[in-house]
């Protein structure tokens, strides 16, 4: 086993068999197979290329490369998992193929640099990803908000009614938050953009390493400006945790009200049988599984950004093995963030929406109280003298088990002489949804203007995406 050892050289005792099993890293960064061949192969490029090897062993290495690359595509590369990583299952299997002249790619590299540039390959793909199932989700949300533009229902503070709005405002303030999520993961990709490449275990190299070259080849913008940042530094792999942790609880608050609003206590939306699961011993259940472990899940999302954050945090400069501990994460939330997109936008495609349901709530006159009191203040009333007395008549109509909407206008100026008409006047749903026509409000003309703004939005971001290309790798 030793002599399989990159640093064999210098020991003369095998590894213990537990240490190889506990620091083997191969059963998860083999995710990592596809950007570790994007990365040598531009680095073997590049060595041939800057006359550090001869220009033939440099095409044998790319050659050899990418006939593994073929292998991982095909699904047909054997990781072993006593070769310890994904870099070194890799450059053992270029040895079985192109014998001793692999020895040459890591010439001038070192495992710190390029298991850095893996991951901010992986992390780039991984964020252009997560910005498409945003993109997604935020399709289906303007779709269905589309079709209700018309259906209204309480919004709530305290989850207590609070006052009428349209259901499409309701889930365009979801679009709001999954289009700043997806602002987050583009912002965060531009501070991907230096490659660690050249930065050898830490201070470079003594080889004339054209660091250009290798980065440009791999769709950085530069070279890492400090080659002990670039092997030291994970904030990239935080920040994209981060977001991902930002858009699970998104997803987590929008899965809640699935649930709440799935149950016979709301009764505004079922479920398709397609997106629900029953009870294996209720025959009447239809439980909203999927919503609840989208909510649940947000955990996971929350705890690899925690993880990350703790296993960084006490670490002197620069490279320690600690940091192969950055990989499980951000791949569990890739797969989470990315799993929990479609079945959200599976499942808000699907439901179905009870109107009356949500007519029948936002009924309630009691969600007019504050326009009862807005009237007064037309009136010249102070706002907090106007509150007091609606919130007198309130009490009253509570207390005597009356409808706000019939109080007539005698009835009214008991508690306020200002007031300029009856209740039944003042008092109108449709009426109270229109007068709040400010920009972002629930008047039907905002709410339009708002579902074109985000259409167009999304149409950009597509396009956008679409011109930016799949990358290159299989992140999730
Ligand atoms: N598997 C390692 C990681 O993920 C690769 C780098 C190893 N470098 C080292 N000096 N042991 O971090």
Same mark, same amino acid.
């Given at each position: 086993?030793?002599?399989?050892?990159?640093? @064999?050289?210098?020991?003369?005792?095998?590894?213990?068999?537990?240490?190889?099993?506990?620091?083997?890293?191969?059963?998860?960064?083999?995710?990592?197979?596809?950007?570790?061949?994007?990365?040598? &192969?531009?680095?073997?490029?590049?060595?041939?290329?800057?006359? &550090?090897?001869? @220009?033939?062993?440099?095409?044998?290495?790319?050659?050899?490369?990418?006939?593994?690359?073929?292998?991982?595509?095909?699904?047909?590369?054997?990781?072993?998992?006593?070769?310890?990583?994904? /870099?070194?299952?890799? *450059?053992?299997?270029?040895?079985?193929?192109?014998?001793?002249?692999?020895?040459?790619?890591?010439?001038?590299?070192?495992?710190? $640099?390029?298991?850095?540039?893996?991951?901010? %390959?992986?992390?780039?793909?991984?964020?252009?990803?997560?910005?498409?199932?945003?993109?997604?989700?935020?399709?289906?949300?303007?779709?269905?908000?589309?079709?209700?533009?018309?259906?209204? =229902?309480?919004?709530?503070?305290? !989850?207590?009614?609070?006052?009428?709005?349209?259901?499409?405002?309701?889930?365009?303030?979801? +679009?709001?938050?999954?289009?700043?999520?997806?602002?987050?993961?583009?912002?965060?990709?531009?501070?991907?953009?230096?490659?660690?490449?050249?930065? @050898?275990?830490?201070?470079?190299?003594? !080889?004339?390493?054209?660091?250009?070259?290798?980065?440009?080849?791999? @769709?950085?913008?530069?070279?890492? +400006?400090?080659?002990?940042?670039?092997?030291?530094?994970?904030?990239?792999?935080?920040?994209?945790?981060?977001?991902?942790?930002?858009?699970?609880?998104?997803?987590?608050?929008?899965?809640?009200?699935?649930?709440?609003?799935?149950?016979?206590?709301?009764?505004? &939306?079922?479920?398709?049988?397609?997106?629900?699961?029953?009870?294996? !011993?209720?025959?009447?259940?239809?439980?909203?599984?999927?919503?609840?472990?989208?909510?649940?899940?947000?955990?996971?999302?929350?705890?690899?950004?925690?993880?990350?954050?703790?296993?960084?945090?006490? %670490?002197?400069?620069?490279?320690?093995?600690?940091?192969?501990? $950055?990989?499980?994460?951000?791949?569990?939330?890739?797969?989470?963030?990315?799993?929990?997109?479609?079945?959200?936008?599976?499942?808000?495609?699907?439901?179905?929406?009870? *109107?009356?349901?949500?007519?029948?709530?936002?009924?309630?006159?009691?969600? =007019?109280?504050?326009?009862?009191?807005?009237?007064?203040?037309? *009136?010249?009333?102070?706002?907090?003298?106007? /509150?007091?007395?609606?919130?007198?008549? &309130?009490?009253?109509? +509570?207390?005597?088990? =009356?409808?706000?909407?019939?109080?007539?206008?005698?009835? %009214?100026?008991?508690?306020?002489?200002?007031?300029?008409?009856?209740?039944?006047?003042?008092?109108?749903?449709?009426?109270?949804?229109?007068?709040?026509? !400010?920009?972002?409000?629930?008047?039907?003309?905002?709410?339009?203007?708002? %579902?074109?703004?985000?259409?167009?939005?999304?149409?950009?971001?597509?396009?956008?995406?679409?011109?930016?290309?799949?990358?290159?790798? $299989?992140?999730?």
């Amino acid at each position: 086993m030793g002599s399989r050892k990159p640093w @064999g050289g210098r020991f003369s005792e095998a590894t213990d068999p537990t240490v190889e099993r506990f620091s083997a890293s191969v059963h998860f960064d083999r995710a990592l197979a596809l950007h570790d061949l994007r990365g040598s &192969v531009a680095h073997a490029r590049m060595l041939g290329e800057s006359g &550090v090897i001869p @220009g033939e062993d440099a095409e044998a290495l790319v050659r050899g490369l990418e006939a593994i690359r073929a292998e991982v595509e095909a699904g047909s590369f054997v990781f072993d998992p006593g070769l310890e990583d994904v /870099h070194m299952n890799v *450059e053992a299997r270029l040895r079985e193929r192109i014998g001793a002249v692999a020895g040459k790619l890591h010439t001038g590299r070192s495992r710190n $640099d390029q298991v850095a540039t893996d991951l901010a %390959l992986y992390l780039r793909d991984a964020a252009r990803a997560a910005r498409r199932g945003l993109l997604g989700l935020e399709g289906v949300l303007v779709e269905r908000a589309r079709e209700h533009l018309g259906t209204v =229902l309480p919004g709530y503070t305290h !989850l207590q009614r609070a006052q009428p709005v349209r259901l499409a405002h309701h889930w365009l303030a979801f +679009v709001e938050m999954l289009a700043r999520d997806r602002g987050r993961f583009a912002d965060l990709e531009a501070r991907l953009a230096a490659a660690p490449l050249g930065a @050898g275990a830490l201070a470079g190299s003594t !080889l004339p390493l054209d660091r250009h070259h290798t980065a440009r080849a791999l @769709g950085f913008e530069a070279p890492s +400006v400090n080659s002990m940042d670039a092997v030291a530094a994970r904030d990239g792999a935080l920040e994209w945790l981060a977001a991902a942790a930002i858009a699970m609880v998104h997803l987590s608050r929008l899965a809640e009200e699935l649930v709440l609003w799935s149950s016979a206590e709301f009764g505004f &939306v079922e479920l398709a049988d397609a997106y629900s699961t029953g009870s294996s !011993l209720m025959p009447q259940k239809k439980n909203p599984d999927v919503p609840e472990l989208v909510r649940g899940k947000s955990g996971r999302a929350i705890g690899n950004l925690v993880t990350l954050l703790t296993v960084v945090k006490g %670490l002197p400069l620069t490279y320690n093995r600690d940091l192969q501990e $950055d990989k499980e994460p951000i791949f569990d939330s890739a797969t989470t963030l990315r799993d929990c997109l479609e079945v959200t936008a599976g499942a808000v495609a699907t439901l179905r929406v009870n *109107e009356r349901r949500m007519a029948e709530a936002a009924s309630d006159p009691m969600l =007019l109280a504050t326009d009862l009191a807005e009237a007064l203040v037309r *009136e010249n009333v102070p706002f907090r003298e106007a /509150h007091e007395a609606v919130g007198r008549v &309130v009490g009253d109509c +509570v207390a005597k088990d =009356l409808d706000l909407r019939e109080l007539s206008l005698e009835d %009214l100026r008991a508690f306020h002489p200002a007031f300029p008409a009856p209740a039944s006047e003042l008092l109108d749903l449709e009426r109270s949804l229109e007068a709040r026509d !400010l920009p972002g409000g629930t008047a039907r003309r905002r709410v339009a203007e708002a %579902l074109e703004a985000a259409e167009a939005r999304a149409r950009a971001a597509q396009a956008e995406l679409d011109a930016q290309g799949p990358g290159g790798g $299989d992140a999730s």
